[in-house]
Antibody, heavy 120, light 108 residues
Framework: EVQLLESGGGMVQPGGSLRLSCAAS????????MSWVRQAPGKGLEWVSF????????YYTDSVKGRFTISRDTSKNMLYLQMKSLRAEDTAVYYC?????????????WGQGTTVTVSS | EIVLTQSPGTLSLSPGERATLSCRAS???????LAWYQQKPGQAPRLLIY???RRPTGIPDRFSGSGSGTDFTLTISRLEPEDFAVYYC?????????FGQGTKVEIK
């Protein structure tokens, strides 16, 4: 069964850092591009970042450029999102999702999400 | 950046009725890169349609997508009780992804 499991969320003060992890299982991880998507409380979905299967290509939404870094460890089937200089507006549920090329990079399989709260 | 505008904001319908959801883009979107998702409260989104009109394995055929250019439509032919949820369109272009603000389909 294809499965994604996020972890690493929590409460952090403004300006702080947090690293989210996403454990992948049930598929050949290196064959799939991945994305992070977030959802602020009571709001819609917002794409955050993308990484290619090889890890050589990364993209970010403008509001997190220079603060967030996406990476992957194929040997561990793990996806990461390193978040620095966190702001109140980064408060959200963060989802990892597969973004297969066969689906034109639409987000196919999703994790259950991990909650990040930025507050003093 | 391409902005997606969904309408209506809320659609009040009864089970068995047909639902038609609209997604309009601020610039032309390649049909390959238009997707639709369903989200229920407390759950992660679920991919319903990719490539504007293609259904992933396991998605019922009462869900269909159409459109091109700047105007796309998600149609639910006959609403089942489990279809009442929020629906989002999403596009990918120029190394950026964006979502519409969502349409809530509620029970009338």
């Amino acid at each position: 069964e294809v499965q994604l499991l996020e972890s690493g969320g929590g409460m952090v003060q403004p300006g702080g850092s947090l690293r989210l992890s996403c454990a992948a299982s049930g598929f050949t991880f290196s064959n799939y591009a991945m994305s992070w998507v977030r959802q602020a409380p009571g709001k819609g979905l917002e794409w955050v970042s993308f990484i290619s299967g090889s890890g050589g290509v990364t993209y970010y939404t403008d509001s997190v450029k220079g603060r967030f870094t996406i990476s992957r460890d194929t040997s561990k089937n793990m996806l990461y999102l390193q978040m620095k200089s966190l702001r109140a507006e980064d408060t959200a549920v963060y989802y990892c999702a597969t973004a297969p090329q066969d689906y034109y990079y639409a987000m196919d399989v999703w994790g259950q999400g991990t909650t990040v709260t930025v507050s003093s | 950046e391409i902005v997606l505008t969904q309408s209506p904001g809320t659609l009040s319908l009864s089970p068995g009725e047909r639902a038609t959801l609209s997604c309009r883009a601020s610039q032309s979107v390649s049909s390959n890169y238009l997707a639709w998702y369903q989200q229920k409260p407390g759950q992660a989104p679920r991919l319903l349609i990719y490539g504007a009109s293609r259904r992933p394995t396991g998605i019922p055929d009462r869900f269909s997508g159409s459109g091109s250019g700047t105007d796309f439509t998600l149609t639910i032919s006959r609403l089942e009780p489990e279809d009442f949820a929020v629906y989002y369109c999403q596009q990918y272009g120029s190394s950026l992804w964006s979502f519409g603000q969502g349409t809530k389909v509620e029970i009338k």
